[in-house]
Structure formats: C-alpha cells, structure tokens
C-alpha cells in the first residue's frame, strides 16, 4: 500500500520549513520542561524503587471506575488538595487529558467559554468536544475579555461563563494578569479556569501555581509532567466539579487509570515542593539570572520561558541548529504551533543548566549583542 496523498502533504511540510520529526536530546538542556531538574534525580528515582519495594503495582489494570482505582491515586489526589489549598482533586494521565475532560464536561450548554487567544492547544480539543458556546479574546487583554461576555450577554447569553486561561504561557511566557481576571470573574459570577502546567513548581508560594490564593471560583490544572519532574495532571476544583468530571468526562471514564506506579511517583515530587522551599527557589533565581542575561540584549523576558522571535521558519531552524552544534539544546518552535511568522527559538530555563551555561547560552546567540552596562 502507498499513501500518495500523505506524502505528498509532508513533502509541503518540508518545502515549507514545517517538517516536525522527533530527534534525540543533546547538550545543555534549554528545551524541556523540567524546570526543577526533577526528572532525571534520585529523589524520583529513590519514590519509585520505594514505591515498587511497597509492592505498588506498575499498571492499574482498568479504569478508575472500575477496577484501576488503586490507594495511589486517593493517596495523590488527597495530598495534592491539601498542598493546592483546593476542595477536591482529580489525577488524570496528563494534561492534554485533563484539558479535554475539563472543557468538554464542565461548561454546560447555554454557558460561555471564552479564552485567551493563546490557550494550549488542548483546551481547544476539549471546547471542540463540548457544548458550549466559545469565544476568544485578545491575548492577556481583560477588558477584551470583558467585551466578549458582554456582548454574548447582550446577545440573549444568560448561562455560565467560564473564563480559560494559562497563568504562564508555553510558547510566550508570558504571565496572566490573573488579579484583574479574578476580578472580572468575580463580577461576573463566572468561573475562572486556569492552567498552571508552566508555573507549577515554579510560581506562587513554594511552587503551588499562580492562581494561588485567588478570591474567586477556580478551576486549576497542575501538570505532573513539567516542573514536576515526573507525568499526570491535578484538576483542582470544587467537590460538585470534581464528581461532575467523574461522572461526565469520558477522557476520564472511558481511560485506563493512570499507573499506580506513576501516582507515586508524582507524590514524591508533591511533597519534594512542600518540604523543600529551595526548589521553587533555585528555579526563581535560574530565571531571574536569564532574565538578566536576555533583557541585557533587549529580550523581554517574564519567566523561565523565554522566546527569541526570529519570524522565518527556516531561519529559526538554522540558528537552533547552530546552537545545538555548540552544545546547547534550543528548539525552533514554528507554525502552527505559533503564530504565522513568528517563529522562534523557546529559550526554557530548566533545573537541568546553571547561571554559567544559561550565560554562555546568552552570548552563543548570534546577532545578540549585551548592551554596555
Ligand atoms: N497545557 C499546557 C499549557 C501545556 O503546555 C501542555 C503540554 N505541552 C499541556 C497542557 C499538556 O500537558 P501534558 O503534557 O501533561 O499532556
């Protein structure tokens, strides 16, 4: 059998620059999420030799609703709700998933979604799968946000709102003006849903995310696979919230439950932030080093991801290939999963890279000069 029509698809790709293959990790790491340098450690290592020592099985075996709810997951989901300061919790086997249960299920016909126009691209599975109305706003622009509902309120709109956003942005990094969302969500009596999967570990008091402490209704979503060194995601949500996913989201019904083994192991890495206030703190000071070292060349910077828009597919292709050859691992991000010609280099600040490779990173940059002091 040929797939003529596949390939040549891909071959527009490539003429394009847009080609995507997946290619080994190498040198100094500028391009994961492991902002913590949790992966690879002993601590995570040490949970899961423990955790199989304990006779914790390595695969659930079926669903949460049947057979696969195992202590693991209880134990995980009742220690995260106690660190998140949230009324309940539900584990899912990562945040793609959590993000389709969360849209699909939660907003109600007859309510309004209405999201940055930036957000992960699966929160846009899940509002696709859902029944609600949905409506973008500008990116990080509250009173566009505003505008949104109150036109769908003039419209006749009288459910729910539900306002979508990340608190730091993947491809951006760009922080949520998440006080003045609050705000909004507030006067509104609209829920405001937040994705911490970038700042958990990393912002908010020992890495419980940004949203932390935000007087209004939340539904939060901490991603186990990040900072968090390990795999997973946490919805934090009201109780009803919580049993409306179980009861509704078929990314969690229909799904075998995620391995005990890996429940574990992300407790591990929970606790790790609770009892060890220098994690969250040594990434905070990895990032305020970069962000020295990039706002010295003219790049705002706003948090341990920081993009170098070069615009040209190709040309970000090339410099990331150049730094790589000098031992920097830096990908070119490009379309679609960007905008159209804004291609750049993401610049990740992990756990993984010290104040002097984040430096010579900075000065390996071609075309980067450091503004004189
Ligand atoms: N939300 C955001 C903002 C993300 O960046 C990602 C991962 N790229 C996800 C959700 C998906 O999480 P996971 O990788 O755990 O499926």
Sequence with gaps: MSYPRHQAALE?????????????????????????????????????????????????????????????????????AEFFGSGAVLYMGGGFQANQAIFSALPMRGDLVVHDALVHASAHEGMR?????????????????????????DAGGRGRVWIAVESVYSMQGALAPLPALAELAAREDAVLVVDE??????????????AHGLACPLVTLHTGGKGLGASGALICADRVLIETLVNKARPFIYATAPAPLSAAVLRAGLRALAEEPGLAAGA??????????????????????????????????????DLQAQGFDVRAIRPPTVPRGTARLRISVTGNVGAAQISALFAAIPGLQRAAA
């Design 129 to 153: 799968l859902g029944r609600a109305e949905t409506r973008g706003f500008a990116h990080n622009d509250v009173g566009d946000a505003a505008r949104v509902i109150a036109d769908w309120r």
């Design 197 to 210: 999967a970038h700042a958990t570990g990393v912002f908010g008091p020992q890495g419980r995310g940004l």
């Design 12 to 80: 527009a790709l490539a003429q394009r620059g847009r080609l995507r293959r997946v290619t080994p990790a190498g040198g100094w790491d500028f391009a994961s999420n492991d902002y913590l340098g949790l992966a690879g450690s002993e601590l995570l290592a040490h949970a899961a030799r423990d955790a199989l020592a304990r006779g914790v099985p390595v695969g659930a075996g079926g669903s949460r609703l049947l057979r696969g709810n195992h202590a693991e997951h209880r134990a995980l989901e009742g220690e995260a």
């Design 284 to 321: 905070v000071a990895r990032m305020a080093h970069a962000g020295n070292e990039a706002q010295a060349r003219g790049i705002p910077a706003s948090s341990q991801i920081i993009p170098l828009v070069v615009g040209d597919d190709l040309r970000a292709l090339d410099m990331a290939v």
